[in-house]
């Protein structure tokens, strides 16, 4: 730029005076007045292009800086510390989440080697001789505590039974509560109190006899006994099948006895009478029937 100038004067110095000024000049005036306006904006950008310079830099600081400052802090130290933290609690999570899945099958294998039943107060108060028995599970069949009942004890003797019965705690309290009505009948009629009970089939996982076979039988639920006959404390014997009948009988008198007191103790009682599968036994049962478990059979 300084050279065009410089030459520009010389030229002014050495143009003739004849020439009007006016026309002479113009071409070189609208030449300077383009150089002039060019420097212009060129200075008037420059002071203004520097503060607006500064006032974006010095407006943006504030906002950059807060963030920067805040990421800038947050950044290096999350990743020196999240980057080794995540790798060492990694592990440790996925050690303790496996830890505790064969935790639970141990609990499980506890739940299920405990065997859940019910205790049986006459077994506890000695009124029933027996023991405990695993549940029974077979097919529909079953029974949670049943019991191997050997003897009973009433009126303050031990009455043995002819052979051990599986039956559940109702049913060996009912059976001592009778046995004990037909100790007091066999002395009343035969002057002997009873010895021990000619026990029959208890539990045995079949149908009903004789009734509806479509349904299982209550011995099948160890809630059943059958009772062959009585041995009395003098040795005699006296048993369903043969004295039954005939019904005058001191013998016939206490079977048909010891029918009835059955009747008030268990809910089945059949005997000779009800059908010819039950004429050498009597059957006790438990069941259930009536919508109330309240219903009677005795027959
Ligand atoms: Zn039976």
């Known amino acids: 730029m300084s050279f065009p100038l410089r030459t520009l004067a010389a030229l002014l110095v050495l143009l003739p005076v004849s020439v009007p000024a006016q026309d002479f000049f113009k071409p070189l005036k609208d030449f300077v ?50 980057a080794p933290a995540p790798e060492p609690d990694a592990p440790v999570e996925p050690e303790a989440v496996p830890a505790p899945e064969p935790a639970p099958p141990a609990e499980e294998a506890v739940v299920d080697d405990r065997i859940y039943q019910t205790a049986c107060p006459a077994l506890i108060s000695g009124a029933v001789v027996a023991k405990m028995l695993p549940p029974i599970a077979e097919g529909v069949c079953m029974a949670q505590s049943p019991l ?36 007091a009948y066999a002395k009343a009629a035969l002057d002997s109190g009873l010895a021990a009970l000619q026990t029959g089939t208890s539990y045995m996982c079949r149908p009903r006899v004789g009734g509806a076979e479509q349904f299982t039988s209550e011995h099948g639920f160890a809630n059943a006994v059958d009772l062959v006959g009585f041995t009395l404390a003098d040795g005699r014997s006296i048993v369903v099948e043969n004295d039954w009948l005939p019904a005058t009988t001191p013998e016939a008198k206490l079977l048909r006895q010891s029918h009835g007191a059955a009747c008030g103790k268990f809910t089945t009682v059949l005997g000779p009478e009800a059908n010819a599968d039950h004429e050498d036994h009597l059957h006790l049962d438990l069941g259930c029937h009536g919508q109330t478990c309240t219903a009677q059979i005795c027959e």
Do not use: H
């Not at 003797?157 to 009912?174: G, R, Y």
């Open 148 to 183: 191997e009942v050997t003897a009973l004890n009433l009126n303050g003797k031990t009455v043995e039974l002819t052979s051990p019965i599986q039956t559940n705690c109702e049913m060996a309290t009912a059976l001592v509560d009778w046995a004990g009505d037909v100790d």
């Open 33 to 82: 007045e383009d150089l002039v306006p060019q420097r212009a904006p060129a200075t008037r950008p420059v002071p203004k292009a520097t503060p607006q310079v500064k006032e974006e830099a010095e407006t943006p600081p504030p906002l950059p800086k807060p963030r920067p400052e805040g990421l800038g802090e947050e950044e290096p130290e999350a990743p020196v510390e999240a």
